[in-house]
């Protein structure tokens, strides 16, 4: 049989296996009935990202290559998110006539320095180096913000554009003052990435206090010194991770105090610091009469003593905690798959286990 012989149906399936963009503009070229069957097939398609996806919703690309732009609009008519990066070597003025073509579009990643999210009708969900509300036709839709260079400064100036706001993920990375801006009453996750050197003063626990209904929360930082009220308790917050870039012994009571501040944490993961210890893991259990899940994978001198602790613990008091520590780290991929899935920029939902990217790297 000559392939152009080959039923409709067939080609159909065999199209629903190419998830890469490259190969679908090379396939779109190759006839006028090919063309016609590979529009058809990504109709389906909800999601252009630059990264590895095998659903039939999901098209990928992981590699530069110089595509004819003008296919795009051709091929996708009905994206949810789409990711404009470099990668896609095409012009500006091109991404801009093609997120203007989208228009079921909710979620944009953008990658170039020009903000193409001005051209978008409906966004409610935004991946960016650098952030300006003014930026947006409908600020007030947003409901996700993923942003590469920001400030809490600048949250203060920007947060009464975002009344909806349900995720923020920001990168900081020069010293930052305190959070007195407005309450951010509907956010309900918190990913805060503090890379600032020389290390100063942590304000990322005082903005918690600014996100009444937070219930999940991922903060990294490399400063020794962090600013909280512990007067001020946050009953909502069932999920809490910390990665320390540098601690040193005097930040266990702080810590500690810390922590008394979350008294229906569930899940608490505690990674990056050295300086925890066996005992330090005895206290923990009793701090957080709620916890279910415990992970110091990345806390080297946490033995097996710790684990034999918390499992005499659950027993005497009719708990289930799952503990994983270095000696044992193995077991979260069998235990608890979806605590391994990597980050999302902008994501599908708003399953903070699934999308942080918290639990990624269990090695």
Known sequence: MLIDEIPDDCLLAIFDYINNL????????VCVKWSYLLVKKTKKVKYLIDEVGFSSDTVYYQRSFLIDSTCLPKLFTNLIIAEMSRELTFEVEDAIEFVKSQKSLKGLINRFDVPIEKYCDGLEMLSVHNFDPKNLRNSSSMK??????????????DAHYLPNLERLRVQIRVPDNRYDGPVLEKLEILEFYYYCYPAK??????????????????????????FFDETLKHKCLQDLF???YEYDNDNW??????????????????????????????QLVHILPNLVLLDVRKCNRVTRRAADYVKDHCKRYGRLIKFYFNGNKHEIKSDS???????????????????????????
């Open 337 to 363: 798959p979806q605590l391994t899935i990597k980050h999302e920029a902008v994501s599908r939902g708003f399953d903070f286990m699934k999308h942080c990217d918290k639990f990624f790297d269990s090695n």
């Open 201 to 226: 003063i942590f304000h990322g626990f005082q903005l918690m206090d600014s996100c009444p209904n937070l219930q999940s929360a991922h903060i990294f930082m490399n400063a020794t010194n962090w």
């Open 242 to 244: 910390i990665d320390f």
């Open 22 to 29: 490259e190969d679908l503009i090379n396939c779109y070229k």
């Open 144 to 157: 996700q913000l993923d942003i590469w260079n920001y400030s809490l400064e600048h949250l203060k100036r």
């Open 253 to 282: 009571n702080n810590l500690k105090r810390l922590l008394m501040k979350f008294p229906n944490l569930k899940l608490f993961a505690l990674w990056g610091d050295s300086c925890i210890t066996d005992e330090h893991i005895e």
